[in-house]
């Protein structure tokens, strides 16, 4: 099993920035697949951002195009941990955020794909 916990939310102003973290702990998750989603109320959960697991040669990353080129996500195996840091933040950034772990291999957009999710950590972007 693997728990894992995000943090880093808040209230900020449009245009500002944010780091989100995700700690795991149980397991390490050098070898999942992680991803961040988001949920806006009213609205489905959606897609943000994954990351491939760190134990191949060759790192990549997928992006919603909504939020392309202002967040980066990235990972510390050192400390267990994910993060996603979101720049020039708009209005409809506004959602709790999710981190999760995919052990079975890269599913990127596909939240069924995912095994472990966390609580979920709330960013609200005033305009």
């Known amino acids: 099993q693997v728990q894992l916990v995000e943090s880093g939310g808040g209230l900020v102003q449009a245009g500002g920035s944010l780091r989100l973290s995700c700690t795991a702990s149980?397991?390490?998750?050098?070898?999942?697949?992680m991803g961040w989603f988001r949920q806006a109320p009213g609205k489905e959960r959606e897609f943000v951002s994954a990351?491939?697991?760190?134990?191949?040669?060759?790192?990549?990353?997928d992006y919603a195009d909504s939020v392309k080129g202002r967040f980066t996500i990235s990972r510390d195996n050192a400390k267990n941990a994910l993060y996603l840091q979101m720049n020039s933040l708009k209005f409809e950034d506004t959602a709790v955020y999710y981190c999760?772990?995919?052990?079975?291999?890269?599913?990127?957009?596909?939240?069924?794909?995912?095994?472990?999710w966390g609580q979920g950590t709330q960013v609200t972007v005033s305009s």
């Open positions: 999760a772990a995919d052990r079975s291999g890269y599913s990127g957009s596909v939240s069924g794909a995912y095994d472990y």
């Open positions: 149980g397991r390490t998750i050098s070898s999942y697949a």
């Open positions: 990351i491939s697991r760190s134990t191949i040669t060759t790192y990549y990353a």
